[in-house]
């Protein structure tokens, strides 16, 4: 170049620090010399390149899932399909762990095998957001809990979950997510109740499945779990849950194969607890007969976090990975292998279905790359979903929405409601601004109901009281057009509930509210369902689980209309915990709270057991056969319109098609929650009738829409132990349609073959 002056056309190429370089300069020599320079670059570089492409051919994304693990497997030593087994620990798990530090700081990571190409599998919870977001100094928004998402009883509302938080996952340099809780309600004081998906397995296994389908399509691993019974938290790795084979797999274990058949995830959790003598990490049964042979399920299970019990014994049964240290994985299996105690095949497979699942669910193919989320867009999708999910329970001579014009004053009344809401405690816990809280704190979110109130409409006159002396709440009840009362129910992973009570006086408090003033909405902030001695004192009530990091807003938007309530129960609201099927939770004997990172003995046994007689009637199954009365019903919830339904023609056939008409026959636009229900013949020893299919439809006032739902085979089977097989009878099957399960205006009866 003379002078720096570029001549002829110049591609300009920024190589490093070398800026402007015209290659396609009239000097020859110096065209020459550059054209040198950038073939000793790339010479440099392409080995590196190549690696990851040409010498390693599982790297051919046109292969199998299974062809690419087996390529991978055949050039495995012996140490490295070990490592694949276990984790390398968990921060703030008591023992000692000299990798950890190689750990992205979540709760458990699996080394790397980089002469492969094998990256780390980084994991973190993530029910309802990503976990331990402050002590990594990163951000995490809150969704509504996964109790709630289950309310909006929409799949593509729990894609929308799921996707968000793949997505932070893989933002904070995660690929693999712990969340897909998908326990069934057989106990509503579970603490839980909130990180799953309710009490029917048609409902929870549709939800979690499609949550977990678009979280493993951001190229993470997904995980449904507990696998399974895990219905309680008192005693969870001390307890022998006691059930029959028919009952599980018409309640429990349904959840899971709906929800896996779904979304294929690429992991499967099982529990602390034992099912029938054996845990359920060392479960053949529940491991291999169900899941592997009759599901088919091709990925792998790992064990909750200290709930592996044994290596030779849990290795046959069909665990695969232990978590979050080698106790049983590590030194162990390898002697065990030596020693010819676990054949090689077996441990192929374990690796297989590891290296299987991280193909399949994108981790090889698409590195993760730490990158800043777009908090706005989430923070509104959020809200969105917690408006969906928000039901409507009570609303007295049309209290709600508030309306503008002869409501000029409200009360906002409530322990932190000039702050903050109220959200899920234990692994779940998501982090809000500020420093992490210490295990199985109560968590406010920094998004307030005064705030939001106030918000909603500037000319009202909003004013708060906290209600820690209920006379002063009541006395500003008395001067105003309408109180709002904010009263929670905290609950966490590790414990359950001592009752259904909303604890603090909260009840008292609503009395006193009330009485001064009838014009009072309760609104919950609750993991599960609650009993309300209050219920005929209030004017209108509304259920706002733990509404996530936009909950308070997403309350307003409710309350003044702007959205129009269309959630509904995904679980009985029982009256009293009399009426439940265990009246009193079975306490371990020494009193619960789990053993965490100690080293169990090998095989230990469990100390006490559960019966759960009460068998598939779980939730509103159980009520209806036992003709017990409840508070508010299974898929329950009223709107801002109303709907009638007609025309109900079921037609028969191996698959029957379920038609009818809804029309919205109020003055505003809504969305109802269509639900179908069917009763199996007499003989079927069933109760009164289950969940066969529901439709969410949005109708404009006046609209009327014709729903046609098939209803699969599965729905009228029941489960034949005897043949372990699922089976449907011949004779008279009844569907009913309506907007609850205690609200069924079409019925007709067929016969089926
Ligand atoms: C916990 C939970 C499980 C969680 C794991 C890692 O004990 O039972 O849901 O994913 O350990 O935190």
Same mark, same amino acid.
């Given at each position: ?341 676990? #054949?090689? &095949?077996?441990?192929?497979? +374990? $690796?297989?279905?590891?290296?299987? %699942? ?5 981790? !090889? *193919? ?42 000029? #004053?409200? &009360?906002?009344?409530?322990? +932190? $409601?000039?702050?903050?809401?109220? %959200? ?5 816990? !998501? *982090? ?44 500003? &009840?008395?001067?105003?057009?309408? $109180? ?270």
């Amino acid at each position: 170049m003379d002078g720096g002056k570029l001549k002829g056309s110049t591609v300009v190429t920024h190589v490093g620090h070398w800026r402007n370089i015209s290659v396609l300069s009239h000097r020859w020599w110096s065209s020459a010399a550059m054209l040198g320079v950038l073939t000793i670059i790339f010479a440099m570089a392409a080995p590196a390149i190549a690696q990851s492409s040409e010498q390693h051919p599982w790297m051919n994304k046109s292969l199998s899932s299974d062809e690419r693990a087996d390529m991978v497997l055949k050039e495995m030593t012996l140490a490295e399909k070990i490592g694949l087994l276990h984790g390398e620990g968990m921060p703030g798990w008591s023992r000692v762990m000299p990798k950890l530090y190689l750990g992205n700081g979540g709760a458990g990571f699996v080394l790397a095998v980089p002469r492969l190409g094998i990256p780390q599998i980084e994991m973190s919870d993530a029910a309802y957001g990503v976990r331990m977001s402050a002590q990594n100094g990163r951000y995490s928004t809150a969704l509504p809990a996964n109790i709630a998402a289950a309310a909006s009883w929409d799949p593509e509302a729990a894609c929308d979950y799921g996707a968000l938080i793949g997505g932070e996952l893989r933002a904070q340099g995660y690929n693999m997510s712990l969340g897909g809780g998908v326990n069934l309600t057989r106990e509503p004081r579970n603490g839980r109740t909130f990180e799953y998906q309710g009490e029917d397995p048609l409902l929870a296994g549709t939800l979690a499945g499609n949550r977990i389908k678009c979280e493993q399509a951001q190229h993470v691993i997904g995980d449904i779990k507990h696998y399974a019974m895990n219905d309680q938290e008192d005693g969870r790795d001390e307890v022998d849950v006691i059930i029959s084979r028919r009952a599980m797999r018409e309640s429990d274990l349904l959840a899971f194969q709906i929800g896996i058949g779904i979304a294929n995830p690429g992991a499967v959790m099982c529990s602390y607890n034992a099912v029938n003598g054996d845990y359920a990490c060392q479960n053949k049964y529940t491991l291999t007969d169900v899941l592997k042979k009759d599901w088919q399920f091709k990925g792998f299970v790992l064990s909750d976090w200290g709930g592996t019990h044994s290596t030779v014994k849990a290795s046959a049964a069909g665990l695969d990975m232990e978590q979050p240290l080698d106790d049983f994985f590590g030194q162990k299996l390898k002697q065990a292998v030596e020693a010819g105690k676990v #054949s090689m &095949a077996e441990l192929d497979d +374990h $690796a297989h279905r590891i290296l299987r %699942s991280e193909f399949e669910d994108g981790l !090889v *193919d698409y590195p993760t790359q730490k990158s800043v989320i777009d908090v706005e867009a989430n923070l509104a999708i959020a809200r969105r979903i917690a408006g969906q999910s928000i039901v409507l329970l009570k609303n007295k001579d049309g209290i709600l929405p508030l309306d503008r014009k002869t409501v000029r #004053s409200i &009360a906002v009344i409530g322990p +932190h $409601a000039d702050t903050g809401m109220i %959200s899920g405690g234990g692994s779940a816990q !998501v *982090d809000p601004p500020g420093p992490a809280s210490p295990w199985q704190a109560h968590v406010w979110f920094p998004t307030s109901p005064l705030k939001a109130v106030s918000a909603a409409d500037p000319a009202i006159k909003v004013q708060f009281d906290s209600g820690a002396d209920p006379s002063s709440a009541a006395a500003l &009840a008395r001067q105003v057009d309408v $109180a709002i009362v904010f009263a929670y129910q905290w609950m966490s992973e590790g414990k359950d509930l001592p009752n259904l009570s909303l604890p603090e006086n909260q009840d008292a408090l609503i009395e006193q509210v009330a009485a001064a003033n009838p014009r009072t909405i309760v609104v919950l902030e609750t993991g599960t369902a609650v009993t309300m001695p209050w219920i005929d004192k209030v004017s209108g009530v509304l259920e706002a689980w733990y509404a996530g990091s936009k909950g308070a807003d997403a309350v307003a938007d409710v309350l003044s209309g702007d959205v129009n309530p269309s959630a509904k129960l995904p679980l009985t609201f029982p009256r009293s915990e009399a009426d439940l099927p265990h009246p009193d939770l079975v306490k371990p004997p020494g009193g619960g709270g789990d053993a965490g990172a100690v080293v169990k003995p090998e095989d230990a046994k469990p100390t006490f057991s559960v019966h759960y007689d009460e068998g598939l009637k779980v939730g509103y199954k159980w009520y209806d056969a036992e003709n017990k009365p409840v508070l508010f019903p299974f898929g329950y919830g009223l709107s801002y319109t109303t709907y009638q339904y007609s025309d109900l023609k079921v037609e028969p056939g191996k698959e029957p098609t379920v038609r009818f008409v809804v029309k919205n026959t109020g003055s505003r636009a809504g969305a109802e929650i269509a639900e179908v229900y069917v009763a199996l013949p007499a003989d079927a020893g069933e109760p009164p009738k289950r969940l066969a299919g529901w439709s969410k439809v949005h109708l404009n006032p006046g609209e009327s829409r014709e729903i046609s739902l098939p209803v699969n085979a599965r729905e009228l089977s029941i489960y034949d132990e005897g043949a372990d097989a699922w089976k449907q009878l011949p004779g008279r099957y009844t569907f009913m349609v309506g907007g609850s399960s205690k609200d069924l205006p079409l019925q007709q009866a067929i016969n089926l073959p």
